[in-house]
């Protein structure tokens, strides 16, 4: 199945994709934060579509460059290590939620939007020298919580309305109807 | 699913899930994020400067903390009509060189000494740079007269009368161009203590607050100067009841500044009378309107530090009427020796805060 | 994919509980008053005394210039008698810690200086 054809439709996707991602991290710079260069995590939503689709190694890839290009045109080394951090917690949590499949999309969604934020105080006590941040754990908890909500139901309405032949729907262990 | 239901009620939830989410941001937004730090400088304008901020770290606030004392040390060493530093001419320099030479001197003193001649102008002569010659004879006396009470005294009439005279035939020319300062008539003098201390907080403040610092008050030997807010909360600058306790309570974000003359602060005693610091000008003794203390708030320290001298030795109609060419945002508190008060602007009945 | 399963919704729970958790432990945690402040008292520019703000004690300060009484009583500080020649520092009154306001008692013909400090470093 790992055809050319199909490696050659991965890449493009996910170049698509990480072009998106940077028009979503560009935005996400206008929603205000407490700390400059703190991020919402909006651009997650792509990880989100792109984990059950096409995988964690495009994910990983699309989620990677977003971050680093995104740094470069329109954010300061400060922004850079608050993407990453954030982008990195947030994307192990991602994937490992979604190939242990305890939670569904909102859930997963959720706990990556928490790790969005923790990966960030992280980076901000260190940049500031002072875990003075740590104050403001619950709001950016709720945050993180709401952002992930938001990205989750995003998904959950994208989803299932992507063109199959450019998103390969991967192996799906459940029935439809399992009970709520 | 059904589509069409499935999507509206998606795209609603959506929407108002998004307006929660921008919503929360705002909290964070205001919750107060910065600490407070302090330092006391002791020495610059022979009296103890307190500065405090509002940082997010320490190393901003003791890059803020450094600069503002490197820049009052400065200042104090150019303004120092007492000593001479080696290699700068300060203003002793200047008031060596009366009658013989101009004196090359920094451009921020120029520039103070032109502010001195633009307030004497302004003031009608109340706060006079030039009033040197008479101001050293009280200081002489008053030093002498702490030093040993008993044989205290105060200036001669022909001592005040000389003094006076050659303070009023002084001029200052300021040379730009060629960076100096020249006093022409012999025993001419500049003390520009009346408003040094008020004019270099403001200057230092400005400077600071251009770099990118916000959020300080300093306390200059007893004129405040904040700028910013105190982590979300406005500054609180209060005057001193001479009495004791506290008049005149002002809470206020921005920049701001609350500078207060007092009869109290610097005197000395002669036969059990008491002799102020504030020479009045007309009568070259200690100003005797009645005041024990005129403290001046508005957004300049300079102006502030001018004024509360300039109302010190004026009664108060005469008083009202100046601060009318400085402007409606200049307020004002009077303090008589009998613990009267009158105040305008913010300090006005019912005007408090 | 499932969207939202009975899991999701404790989890969702669980979080904001955990949100209001935070928030009291911040909220309990800021603190205010006394408990943080010191008298720090000055001579000649060096520090030669530090008292916490919330003990009351009387402190006599003897220099060659004169003698300071400094009374520490109900989270304030004052001077309640000097032998200096102004009484500046006695008619001061007290000083109170306060998060908004810079001020302090000076005698300047002892070379004194008192302020009230937060304890912790700066």
């Known amino acids: 199945m790992k055809d050319r054809a199909s490696v050659a439709r991965r890449v493009a996707v996910s170049a698509t994709l990480s072009a998106v991602s940077l028009l979503f991290s560009y935005l996400e710079t206008f929603i205000p934060m407490p700390i400059p260069g703190m991020k919402i995590g909006l651009a997650n939503l792509i990880t989100l579509l792109l984990l059950p689709t096409l995988g964690v190694p495009a994910a990983a890839a699309v989620s990677f460059s977003r971050i680093a290009l995104s740094a470069l045109l329109f954010g300061s080394p400060v922004s850079f290590l608050y993407s990453l951090a954030g982008g990195a917690v947030s994307f192990a949590v991602t994937a490992l939620l979604f190939r242990l499949r305890f939670f569904g999309l909102a859930g997963i969604s959720v706990l990556g939007g928490v790790a969005h934020n923790l990966g960030q105080i992280a980076v901000a006590i260190f940049a500031l020298g002072t875990a003075r941040i740590l104050a403001l754990l619950p709001w950016l908890l709720l945050s993180g919580v709401v952002a992930g909500l938001v990205v989750g139901l995003l998904g959950a309405v994208i989803l299932p309305r992507l063109p199959r032949g450019l998103f390969p729907v991967r192996k799906e262990k459940e029935p439809e109807n399992e009970t709520e | ?353 | 994919m499932r969207i939202f399963s009975r899991r999701d919704a404790a989890l969702l729970l669980s979080l904001l509980l955990l949100f209001g958790v935070l928030l009291l432990v911040v909220f309990l945690l800021r603190g205010d008053g006394s408990g943080e402040w010191d008298v720090v008292i000055r001579y000649r520019g060096e520090t030669a005394a530090r008292l916490p703000l919330e003990t009351d004690v009387e402190y006599l300060f003897e220099c060659e210039e004169g003698v300071n009484r400094i009374v520490v009583r109900d989270g304030a500080v004052r001077v309640e008698s000097a032998d200096c020649k102004n009484q500046v520092c006695v008619h001061h009154g007290a000083l109170l810690p306060e998060e908004t306001a810079v001020d302090f008692i000076s005698c300047a013909p002892h070379r004194l200086l008192i302020t009230v400090e937060r304890r912790d470093g700066k």
């Open chain 2, 1 to 353: 699913m059904p589509r069409k239901n499935g999507t509206r009620r998606t795209g609603a939830l959506i929407s108002l899930v998004l307006l929660l989410c921008l919503s929360l941001c705002l909290p964070s937004c205001t919750f107060p994020l910065q600490k407070r730090y302090a330092r006391v400088i002791d020495g610059p304008f022979d009296t103890a400067t307190q500065l405090v901020i509002y940082s997010r770290n320490e190393s901003n606030a003791e890059a803020f903390f450094d600069a503002f004392e490197e820049k009052i040390t400065a200042w104090d060493k150019l303004a120092d009509i007492y000593h001479e530093y080696d290699g700068i001419n300060n203003l002793r320099t200047l008031n060596l060189s009366a009658g013989s030479d101009p004196v090359a001197l920094d451009p921020r003193l120029l520039d103070l000494l032109e502010y001195g001649l633009t307030k004497r102008d302004e003031t009608n002569g109340r706060v006079d740079l030039l009033l040197g010659p008479v101001l050293s004879l009280w200081h002489e006396c008053r030093t002498a007269g702490l030093a040993d009470p008993d044989a205290a005294r105060t200036p001669t009439e022909s001592e005040l009368a000389a003094a006076s005279a050659t303070a009023k035939r002084a001029t200052l020319h300021i040379d730009r161009a060629a960076g100096t300062a020249y006093l022409p008539v012999p025993g001419s003098s500049v003390d520009v203590g009346a408003f040094a201390k008020g004019y270099a907080a403001e200057r230092i403040s400005a400077e600071l607050e251009s770099d990118g610092y916000t959020d300080f008050a300093a306390n200059v030997g007893g004129n405040l100067r904040v700028s910013g807010d105190a982590a979300g909360e406005p500054w609180t600058l209060s005057v001193r009841d001479p009495a004791g306790g506290t008049v005149g309570r002002i809470e206020r974000s921005g920049s701001l500044s609350l500078v207060t003359s007092g009869s109290y602060e610097r005197y000395y005693t002669v036969d059990g009378v008491r002799y102020h610091h504030i020479v009045d000008p007309d009568t070259n003794y200690p100003a005797a309107f009645g005041w024990a203390s005129v403290s001046v708030l508005c957004a300049d320290a300079g102006v502030a530090d001018v004024l509360s001298t300039a109302l010190f030795c004026l009664d108060r109609e005469a008083g009202v009427s100046l601060l009318s060419a400085f402007g409606s945002s200049v307020s004002v508190l009077w303090i008589t020796e009998s613990g009267e008060r009158f105040g305008v602007g913010a300090f006005a009945e019912g005007g408090g805060s």
